[in-house]
């Protein structure tokens, strides 16, 4: 009953919700006015990407596909959408539409490479919806954007829990969920298609087109196996009210094999080929040289992951059904026949995909299909047409002799996609109970049962512990018929549950041979049946295919598109199969840890890294909690290429070799057990985390690029390989710099003249404080270290039993308080990183470093009796009975002379034992606070006439023993110390203590509540006198100049040498620089005033004041520094 209740609210809410997203969405339609663009470059591929479905380049500064990122190296024009369905326009005449996307092209004439235009150069093409992105910038969403993102989601509006999302991602994966290193979502339709006469929507006559609407994801993955490609999936719905019975899908890539970034090209001697068994087109180039002179230009094409479906024809197209019930399909069953009296025949309502059994009669028999009569009577001859549509043999299956002719005539192959895939026999009803058979993704079922009550009941929005509907019922929640993403693994969020058709055609075309705008051209190359296998020398474009399928009003159907690079035609397969892979697994990637936050602050010669604890943070949905440690890489190269390479099994670049590596100190180190693509990972040698690192083998005036991953351990025992997370920077023509929270980009240089460093001073324990640790620092960052200002460090402690079973304090917890601030500021707040092991956080740029004990001790170094033949001696906790002591930070002096020197006090050890007040032989100081003691007197070396006297085996077994204490508040004893001899040292060489001996005692004591630090910091300042003394320090750097100097950066040009660099370095921190030639005419003035004392630096570009370059030559240069001096010098410049 609770599941009925339960499926019933579902139902109620997904019609509501349908219901109400349709209305948030009817006013919105695509607009060229919503045109925008992003950029994915989250692993080694990059390419741009626009908001009507473009990727790649459709204006200077695009991206076409660069790989490996960085490099300027291009590969893809553009990536292109094509939609075709054949229709019956307003007059009854049959017509072929193809929506397509704006793509390279300007609208003109003659540009190929371009969508449909009307006469005023309006587009006709798919365009972007509004509200998908913020309005308050030129790109598109992305999750890497957050300040990219709308207000609210339009599709998100009606969450009865959290309406519209906002500030949360609108994730394929759920809500806020940051699966992909980086995934991009737009929306846009083909309502400004006004090319023909057709109406998809009854209800609105402004809209043109088919009536699609698509839904446009990508993704990228940082992961090794998926590093060198993109993935790009495409949510294709029907909002109209037209009933599409003949749909295609096409994409085609545009290739720049071989191009550079705004340089030359090298796109007119490619090579395009088809793996038939793979699904997998690629080009490559002829001669393997790119523009410049550049090679090897390596593979690019695409990989068709996922086509729209059809649960119509009674087939069971992508195969998956194969373990279950139902017969074969065989070419006999396409093989022409003749109807006759009586046969058994099925005929389909085309409107509703309806099957009825029944006999062949003597009449005739008619099907209607569109506008089409087709008529079928005893004695005639029938045979199924290939991709018509309609079951021309009246069998019950539709086109079951789908296929395709690849290669050139005369050497063609024919392949039928379905022979040898189960099907559904209406006419004996075989096969009808087999779930994979016809499946659909909105039938609000888990076709192939992987739905797991355990992990995928999180409710509508993919999220648990969200409270939305579904979660939690015991049930799969589905997201279709809405805009939510539903549970996994049904429905929207399973691929497996789509009977896909497959690829139906591939073509490999000369890029202008078909302008995008040809409608008929487009339809003609993109319909089923023909695949051709290789072109040779051209500027060669691909063309996927996949078709034909119905489309009824509010369906929805996907298509998926992996988009790839490789090194060579292996390499290039091996990631196709990776790519597909994942895929298949549903993009369930063993999840790297978060992303850290990463500092870098430079010095003189050396640059001091910072990062957070947020990775250590992470929880991977398959392995839990598996974070393992931190990698840091170093380069001069943004693309990371001047490091180590590591290669795999292959022997294409996987992995970079890190500068150093911090990891957990547990149970995995050395190299992973489960290797990716033949490499073993190398987790670490149990280091134990740090959160800072100064590397002191930088040059002064390099460039530096630095990045912390954090990568996880794997499962081992699921054989999951350990996963890294992403170093994303992205840097474009124009120097501007995207990266990731992990990637700090620093030049390390001398500070300026007169740099007095950042120090903390005066660290001192305050009067009552006893503990025998200390207090460390280490500077990390000085620039923010505060001037003049007094910090105090104080304690908590508590009480643990040691060993003996005595209490014991130990250190608890410590806070650091800047007592200079008003209020006081507290920077740490009760942290119980106390363990000389513990790391305590950075705070106002200095991290300080505890030496201390675990507990309070005995310190046995420092104990000793002045004369070394008396007995050995035992100094522990006291403990009697049920007595427990509690020790105490104190040092102790115990002097020996005539009994009377001092006298013991009574006290009861117990409800039985008193010792009594007696004069002793001994007097105890408590050398901290130089009073006396007060102790008592345990007389168990009992000997007549010794009364008083301590001693010890004299009875050759027993030794006296002292208990020390002090008297509380209330008059009552607390036990702390206890002191007899050692047993041990009961020999012949040793005697009792005699007058004038002395036994001095010593702790370790832990920092505890009564202890307090105090210091005080002083930032970086300048001293002027200092900076007048050190003018002569100033240099030119490189001095001479010969051509080019090491730290310039990368040649951002195809041809011609890029920009030039000389550094005057140790400046004061304002003067001016003027620069002569040896005729004593000025070349150039420069003003330097620096940002950060510790940046002594300028940097010229080697121009004149009119903005030449220079010529080579001598030049002499004039430091005016005011009141700090003057600095004349020259330099070279060596051609």
Partial sequence: MHYFKSLILIVLFTILVSAAAFAQLEGLHGDFANHRNGVHAGNQFRTTIYNDGTFGTKQTGDYGGEWPINTGHIYMLDGNVFVGAEVLDATGEVTHIVSDVTSAGDGSAGSWSSGDTGPNGEWWTFLPLPNFASADTNKIAMSKWKWAWPDFWPDKIDDPVDPGWPGQWNGYFGKDVFNADEEAFFVSDDYMNKEFNFYPDVNDSSRKGLGIRMWVRTFEWSNALVEDGMFALFDLENIGTYEHDKVVFGYKFGNNMGDVMNGSGDSGDDMGAFNQEEDVAFLYDYDDIGGGGWTPVGYFGGAFLESPGNQYDGIDNDGDGSGYAGPVIEESMFMPRTLNTGDDIVLIDYKTFQRTLTKMGTDTVKTYYQDLVFKFWPGKAVEEVQNNLVDDNLNGIIDENNGSTIGEPGSETTRYLYVGLKYHDYLTGAGSDNILLDEQRDDFVDNDGDWNILTDDVGYDGVAFSGDPGEGDGMATSGAGTEFPGEPHIDKTDIDETDMIGLTSFKLYIWEDMPHYQDELVWGNITPGYFDNLLENANIELLYGSGYFPMVP???????????????????????????????????????????????????????????????????????????????????????????????????????????????????????????????????????????????????????????????????????????????????????IDKGSNVAIVRPEAPVSGYVDAKLDGFTLLEGSRASGKIGYKIIDRTVIPSNHNFRVIFEDTLIKDAAGVFTPITKTLSLIDITAVPPDTMINKSPAVAATDQLPIVSGFQLKLQNVAELTLNTDSTRWSRPDVYGYVFQGFRYSTLIGTKTPDDYMIEFGQVGIDTASEVAVSKTRTLPAIPVNFRITNTITGKNATFGFWEKDVLSGEEGKFTGFTDKTRTDQVVLFETDQDGNAQFSWSFELDTATNDTLHTNPQPGDVLRIKTDKPFLSADVFEFTSSGVSIDDALAAAQIDRIRVVPNPYIVSNRWEPLNPYSNGRGPRELHFTHLPQKCTIRIYNVRGQLVRELEHVSESESDGTLIWDMQSKDLLDIAYGVYIYHVDAGEAGIKIGKFAVIK
């Fill in 554 to 736: 509010t369906e929805v159907q996907r298509f998926s598109m992996g988009i790839l690079c490789g090194i060579n035609a292996d390499d290039y397969m091996i990631n196709a199969r990776w790519i597909a892979k994942a895929y298949n697994e549903n993009y369930n990637f063993s999840k790297a840890p978060n992303i850290p936050k990463l500092t870098a602050i430079p010095g003189d010669r050396r640059v001091t890294l910072l990062w957070d604890d947020f990775a250590e943070q992470s929880y991977d949905p398959i392995a839990g909690r598996d974070f393992e440690g931190y990698r840091i890489y170093r380069s001069t190269d943004p693309g990371w290429n001047d490091m180590i390479p590591i290669s795999d099994g292959y022997g294409s670049t996987t992995y970079r070799k890190p500068v150093v590596q911090f990891d957990l100190n547990n149970e995995y180190s050395g190299y992973a057990p489960v290797s990716i693509k033949g490499i073993r990972f190398d987790l670490g040698t149990n280091t134990g985390l740090v959160h800072s690192w100064t590397d002191t083998t930088v040059v002064n005036g390099q460039k530096y690029y630095y990045a912390i991953t954090s990568y996880d351990h794997g499962m081992p025992e699921s054989g999951i390989a350990p996963s890294e997370c992403s170093k994303f920077i992205s840097i474009s023509t124009s120097g501007e």
